[in-house]
């Protein structure tokens, strides 16, 4: 294994570089529709995640904090999602 990827901020870093990647390349073909959108919206959850675990060190914090600041992570994509899909929805049906 390469010494950069034994550090777990240097893995961290290189996994949302390439999750900025994947989103850029999803969005800039031109994809469109629920499916992206949704694709769009796991990829900044997993991206949250590893920034709330590895960069706000959370990772071997106690659970409750743990549970807390991932089920607001949570809550608020599932919130933007059920925004999106309604938006989405209500545009079709127009």
Do not use: Q
Not at 37 to 49: E, P
Not at 50 to 62: N, S
Not at 80 to 88: Q, R, S
Request: a positive charge; aromatic letters at 10%.
């Amino acid at each position: 294994m390469p010494e950069i990827l034994r550090n777990l901020n240097h893995r961290t870093w290189l996994l949302l570089t390439l999750a900025t990647a994947a989103t850029f390349t999803v969005r800039a073909d031109g994809v469109a529709g629920f499916a992206a959108g949704f694709a769009t919206l796991a990829i900044a959850c997993f991206k949250g995640r590893l920034v709330i675990l590895d960069f706000m060190e959370l990772r071997h914090a106690p659970r409750v904090w743990r549970a807390v600041i991932e089920g607001w992570l949570l809550l608020v994509s599932l919130l933007v999602l059920a925004v999106y899909g309604y938006g989405a929805l209500g545009s079709a049906g127009a």
